[in-house]
């Protein structure tokens, strides 16, 4: 079955410390995307790739990091330089332009400091 | 804020009742999107709607749009204790850089 894989989907910080979420999709999409998730709230985007080797900073990319080697994985860092990381974080992707084309959404890894 | 606002926050309703959430947004839209999301989950795309469309149906969801008043309204009829869920709308930014999420309705169907 084609999808995304999110993992893992509990993930737990120290203070100073980077961590890597993973988001693997095997539906050929070129567009992915990283968005957080905080209670009560909407989506927030942090960043996007709507195609290899080339992302573009969303909302609140500020503490965060990613990379797009291959069309297949888009993995999201998480530096010691963002102070308030506890969330839910969730990846995305779609065919092609963003907003033309519905998102497909992983299931998503929760964040939470120690 | 270009953030668009699902109405109710928070809704709930008996098995077989229909349900009405609506969402409001500020700039003009290419098409507006519905999407689920069940606790602890990611979101599913339901619907896409196009700014030349005014309703659009799959199976118990009807979704209008009315780009005068710039609000969308999705309709669940003979609601199911699974359609239990939070409910968002998302539109293109005005940069035409990334979808915007309005922060959901919550939807509890109780048996």
């Known amino acids: 079955d084609g999808g995304i894989t999110q993992s893992p989907k509990y993930l737990f910080r120290k203070e100073g410390q980077n961590v890597t979420l993973s988001c693997e999709q095997n539906?050929?999409?070129?567009?992915m995307y990283w968005y957080r998730q905080d209670p009560g709230q909407g989506l927030r985007l942090i960043y996007y790739?709507?195609?290899?080797?080339?992302?573009q900073k969303g909302d609140i990319a500020e503490g965060y990091s990613v990379s797009r080697e291959k069309k297949e994985s888009f993995p999201l860092t998480v530096t010691s330089a963002q102070k308030n990381p506890t969330a839910f974080y969730l990846c995305a992707s779609s065919m092609d332009r963003v907003g033309h084309q519905p998102q497909h959404f992983g299931d998503g890894t929760r964040l939470s400091i120690l | 804020s270009q953030q668009g606002e699902e109405d109710p926050q928070a809704l709930s309703i008996q098995e077989g009742e229909n349900a009405t959430m609506n969402c409001s947004y500020k700039?003009?839209?290419?098409?507006l999107q519905w999407y689920r999301q069940n606790s602890g989950r990611g979101l599913v795309h339901l619907i896409l709607i196009r700014s030349n469309e005014r309703e659009k149906h799959s199976g118990r969801l009807r979704v209008t749009l009315d780009t005068s008043k710039k609000s969308s309204s999705l309709l669940i009829t003979a609601s199911r204790a699974a359609d239990t869920a939070s409910y968002f709308c998302?539109?293109?930014?005005?940069?035409?850089?990334?979808?915007?999420f309005g922060k959901g309705t919550t939807l509890s169907v109780s048996s």
């Open positions: 790739s709507q195609i290899v080797n080339d992302f």
């Open positions: 700039t003009s839209i290419n098409n």
């Open positions: 539906l050929n999409h070129d567009a």
């Open positions: 998302a539109f293109l930014n005005q940069a035409g850089t990334a979808l915007i």
